[in-house]
């Protein structure tokens, strides 16, 4: 699509350049996904450096090990992004509040 056709719809759609901005999620619900999405960033974080950590063959891992692992970072995140305050989910709250998302 052009530029050109995006006027074009535009134009032909009045509604569409003079609609209100939607109704947002309420407080508590924008300020959940926000502390959702830090979670999920520190999340990648911990993966990320789980990585970096040499394997030892010693010991054989199975799979459910590797799930678990996963799992108990998964919570390590929640915790972290609840208690250790980054900052992540505040900034996006206040910039998503005021836009009215």
Do not use: H, W
């Not at 509604?15 to 901005?21: E, F, G, H, R, S």
């Not at 947002?24 to 990585?51: P, S, V, Y």
């Not at 678990?68 to 208690?83: C, I, V």
């Amino acid at each position: 699509m052009t530029v050109i056709d995006s006027a074009r719809i535009q134009l032909q759609n009045p509604d569409l350049t003079n609609a209100a901005p939607r109704q947002g999620m309420d407080n508590k619900a924008l300020k959940a996904a926000c502390m959702d999405f830090e979670a999920l960033f520190i999340k990648q974080m911990l993966d990320a450096m789980k990585k970096t950590v040499p394997k030892n063959d010693l010991i054989e891992r199975g799979m459910a090990e590797d799930i678990f692992e996963d799992m108990l970072y998964q919570e390590y995140a929640k915790s972290m992004a609840q208690t250790a305050n980054l900052g992540i989910a505040d900034m996006m709250y206040k910039q998503l509040s005021q836009r009215g998302v």
